[in-house]
Every structure is written in structure tokens, then in C-alpha cells.
């Protein structure tokens, strides 16, 4: 049974740092593609980064490219989102994802998601 549990949300204040987790079990981390996804109040569901199960390439979202970065540890089943200098517009629910397929950053053709983690920038 494919299952993702985040943790690592929590209130920072803008310019601080977060680094989410994502223990993944049913699966390996190779075998699928994985990434991290977010909403906020109001707004749709977008895509933060996530990794390739067909070579392992990894991709951002535009608004959190040179600030996030996205790594896994293969030993440990886990998939890490590092965010950096975080602005008020970051805060959302993040959410990691996995699909058999690779599906990019289109969250809407992810089956398996975790419950989520809140991260909440604000001074």
C-alpha cells in the first residue's frame, strides 16, 4: 500500500528557512516520480519541484526556483523539500506526491498524496 506522511511545517518568520520531509512507504523512491505540491487559501494547487522516475531529473516550479531544492535518501524512504528565503507568499499546505507515471508538476494526474504539512510565513 503506497503511503506519504510529511512533517516539517510550521511558522518562520519571511527571509528564514524550512526543510520539509515525506517518509514514503509501498514504494521506492526510484520507481516513481515524487514532488512536492501546494495550496493555498484561495488558490489552486500548484506545483513546487519534483523528480523524474525516468532519469531522475529534477524540476521547479518558477516561483521557488533558486530557493528550494529538492533531494532524496534513498536509505531512509524519504523525500526532503529545503526551502529557502521564504516570503509571506509561500505559505500554503505543501503536500508530497508520487505517480507511477511522469506526469511533471501536473498535480491533477498524481493518484497517491500525503495528508500535508502547513508552512506559514509570516513576520
Known amino acids: 500500500q503506497v503511503q506519504l506522511v510529511e512533517s516539517g511545517g510550521g511558522l518562520v518568520q519571511p527571509g528564514g528557512s524550512l526543510r520539509l520531509s515525506c517518509v514514503v512507504s509501498?514504494?521506492?523512491?526510484?520507481?516513481?516520480?515524487i514532488g512536492w505540491f501546494r495550496q493555498a487559501p484561495g488558490k489552486e494547487r500548484e506545483g513546487v519541484s519534483y523528480i523524474s522516475n525516468t532519469d531522475g531529473s529534477i524540476f521547479y516550479g518558477t516561483s521557488v526556483k533558486g530557493r528550494f531544492t529538492i533531494d532524496r535518501d534513498r536509505t531512509k524512504n524519504t523525500l526532503y523539500l529545503q526551502m529557502n528565503a521564504l516570503v509571506p507568499e509561500d505559505t500554503a499546505v505543501y503536500y508530497c506526491a508520487a505517480e507511477q507515471h511522469d506526469y511533471g508538476l501536473d498535480w491533477s494526474l498524481y493518484n497517491y498524496w500525503g495528508h500535508g504539512t502547513q508552512v506559514t510565513v509570516s513576520a
Open positions: 509501498g514504494f521506492t523512491l526510484d520507481s516513481y516520480a
